[in-house]
């Protein structure tokens, strides 16, 4: 059995992890209290105490609008963390496995992004998780790079619970339909990373597969359809609450007027991931029904 750190342990592909693996794999977990991304070189002492095999960073500034204030925040904890975690990781011979997302595109393409298109970040989170991805290219020899898009999970901070919120505050809602991408459920991507990581267990020195893969159900979406899709379960499930009964009206980004500009298409392509893990996640719409489904259970 593989020894795995896992670090972002409250994030929403971080408590997903925790369902996965605890109990199967010989796994330890770290929040931001036991690792700060700001003082990253404490990792070292962790990795000689518990030694382990494999390290999934899931910890990252994620705060999209955030980050053009923040910017030295963002770089410091998605980007210089970053080239210090991954040759440390390469030192001790770890493989490393680290997230990364549509953002660092900027939605000029008009079909899937592949992992070979040439990414070009609009934002200052784009940026700063673009060079994070290139600090492990260059540092590490054994490592994926995992980039999705949308997550949500039945934590509060993502897309689902925000529309769900602002109903109560407001009965129409303006959801953005002109940047299309796909949304995935956290433990569709947790279970995925997990099998992947099962598929090398058996040769890992003699492994060929390192790289960036793109991890994403197969279907692209608008906010608004995501939006619409997940008032029509509710709907279903529960007719007389107030998200059931807001209204949602389609607006576009330039009149939505984000803080951080977002590709206006970036959607990705997860051929690779099918073709060398014979891997594939459920689209967009199972993941809101996951979610929706958990959400009834609290
Ligand atoms: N969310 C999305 O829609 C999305 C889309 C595409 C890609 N991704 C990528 O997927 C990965 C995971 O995303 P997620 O949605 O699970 O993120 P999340 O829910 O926002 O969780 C982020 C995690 O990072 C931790 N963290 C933040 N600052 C830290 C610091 N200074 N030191 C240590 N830990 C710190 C947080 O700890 P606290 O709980 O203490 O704050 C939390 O555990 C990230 O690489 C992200 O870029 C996310």
């Keep these: 059995m593989r020894k795995i750190l896992v670090l972002g342990a409250t994030g929403q592909i971080g408590s997903a992890l925790k369902r996965d693996l605890i109990g199967r794999e010989k796994v330890e977990f770290l929040n ?15 990795i000689k105490e518990f030694q382990p095999d494999i390290i999934i960073n899931a910890a990252a500034y994620t705060n999209v609008d955030g980050a053009e204030d923040f910017r030295e925040d963002a770089f410091q904890i998605n980007s210089f963390a970053i080239d210090k975690l991954s040759k440390l990781v390469n030192a001790y011979g770890v493989v490393l496995v680290h997230f990364s997302t549509d953002y660092i595109f900027d939605g000029q393409k008009k079909s899937p992004y ?4 040439t990414p070009n970040p609009l934002s200052v989170y784009g940026e700063s998780k673009l060079e994070g991805e290139k600090f492990v290219e ?9 980039r ?4 949500i999970s039945k934590n509060e901070d993502n897309f689902i619970s925000k529309i769900k919120k602002f109903s109560e505050k407001q009965n129409k809602l303006s959801v953005i339909n002109d ?29 060929s597969r390192w790289g960036i893969y793109h991890m994403s159900g197969d ?3 608008s906010w608004f359809d ?38 206006n298409y970036s959607f990705l392509s997860s051929d690779k991931l099918k073709k060398e ?16 489904k958990e959400n009834e259970k609290n």
């Design 138 to 146: 260059e540092n590490c020899s054994k490592f994926f790079i995992i």
């Design 114 to 117: 592949m992992e070979t298109d």
């Design 219 to 221: 279907k692209a979406g």
């Design 277 to 292: 893990f014979d891997l594939k996640l459920p689209n967009w719409e199972e993941s809101i029904k996951e979610v929706i």
């Design 179 to 207: 940047q299309i991408t796909s949304i995935n459920f956290s433990e569709y991507i947790s279970r995925s990373t997990a099998t992947m990581l099962k598929k090398i267990d058996d040769n890992i020195e003699n492994e």
């Design 148 to 151: 999705t898009s949308g997550v």
């Design 32 to 46: 931001r209290k036991e690792l700060d991304f700001k003082k990253i070189e404490a990792i070292e002492a962790k």
């Design 226 to 263: 995501f939006a619409n899709y997940a008032q029509k379960l509710s709907k279903l499930n529960d007719p007389n609450s107030v998200f059931s009964k807001s209204i949602i009206e389609s607006i576009s980004s330039i009149e939505f007027n984000q803080k951080a500009k977002r590709p």
